[in-house]
Nanobody, 121 residues
């Protein structure tokens, strides 16, 4: 169907930056929506940012002005540029794609394996 692979996570000091990448592969017809979610210890998974194929974006209030989501439709890749990182941003970040696959002929949500982002001194 559709496979998602994230990369770019790691350890960074407060105020630092990271860029996450997520590449989609498989028998893809289209990906109307790509998004990043995160789950911090003891918390529920939350939406961080999302972007449509047309470039429309939405951000969680906690990351507005600091994070930027973008996508390369030719590469089926979504990015999350994270600046001014705070300890509260520490979480596992997951890539999500709402996609149409030739394999199923239907739309479905697909998830990456997650990548750890740790913001600490």
């Amino acid at each position: 169907q559709v496979q998602l692979v994230e990369s770019g996570g790691g350890l960074v000091q407060p105020g630092g930056s990271l860029r996450l990448s997520c590449a989609a592969s498989g028998r893809i017809f289209s990906i109307p929506t790509l998004a990043w979610y995160r789950q911090a210890p003891g918390k529920e998974r939350e939406l961080v940012a999302r972007i449509t194929s047309g470039g429309s974006t939405n951000y969680a209030d906690s990351v507005k002005g600091r994070f930027t989501i973008s996508r390369d439709n030719n590469k089926n890749t979504v990015y999350l540029q994270m600046n001014s990182l705070e300890p509260e941003d520490t979480a596992v970040y997951y890539c999500n794609a709402h996609a149409f696959s030739y394999s199923t002929g239907n739309a479905a949500n697909y998830w990456g394996q997650g990548t750890q982002v740790t913001v600490s001194s």
